[in-house]
């Protein structure tokens, strides 16, 4: 079968072998996605993803740049860095370095420090005095476990940043 040759799954809606495809691979990358917001804490990096996924790193990255127009490593990283957000205005001011760095999967309290600083240009103490002190705002991409709450624009400036 050709590729641009119609195909007709039903009630006279036609589509093509490309179409087809891709919906397959949007279809997969959502169920990879979902596996790393269930599991993120235990996901360091892609190759463990797609193992969890049960795909090929291959797939993974090509499914998931295909749907998103983002690397699975970019991806990662955003999910996680959502994560230390959300465990700190969970922990508020008892947050600690250590407590927030084991809880969202990192291997110790200088592995997000590391992380912080590399990805994003801040420290954790920066990063949660900021979130305490502008938390109620927060708009997140990937978690939606604060849905109610709107993204102001002076906070959307100042989050943003790091993001």
């Known amino acids: 079968m050709y590729l ?25 990358a959502r169920i990879a996605i979902d596996i790393l917001l269930e599991n993120v804490e235990s996901i360091p990096n892609v190759q463990v993803w797609a ?4 795909m090929s790193r291959r797939w993974l990255c090509r499914s998931i740049r295909m749907a998103y127009g983002k690397s699975p490593k970019e991806i990662l990283r955003e999910v ?5 957000v959300c465990l ?15 809880d969202s999967g990192f291997k ?6 590391k992380f912080l600083s590399a990805y994003h ?22 978690l939606k476990k604060y849905p109610k709450q709107k993204q102001t624009s002076q906070m959307g400036n100042s989050f943003s940043l790091w993001i």
């Not at 641009?4 to 997969?28: C, D, E, F, H």
């Not at 996680?80 to 230390?84: A, G, R, T």
């Not at 110790?108 to 420090?113: E, K, N, V, Y």
Request: glycine letters at 10%.
């Open 88 to 102: 700190i205005l969970d922990q508020g001011l008892e947050a600690g370095c250590y407590s927030v760095g084991i």
């Open 4 to 28: 641009n040759q119609p195909i007709t799954p039903g009630r006279g809606y036609v589509m093509t072998m490309n179409q087809l495809k891709s919906r397959a691979v949007q279809y997969k």
């Open 80 to 84: 996680k860095f959502e994560k230390v």
């Open 121 to 142: 240009n801040v420290t954790f103490t920066e990063l949660k005095n900021v979130i305490i002190a502008e938390g109620k705002h927060l708009n997140f991409h990937w």
């Open 108 to 113: 110790s309290a200088s592995g997000l420090s």
């Open 51 to 54: 193992d969890k996924a049960r």
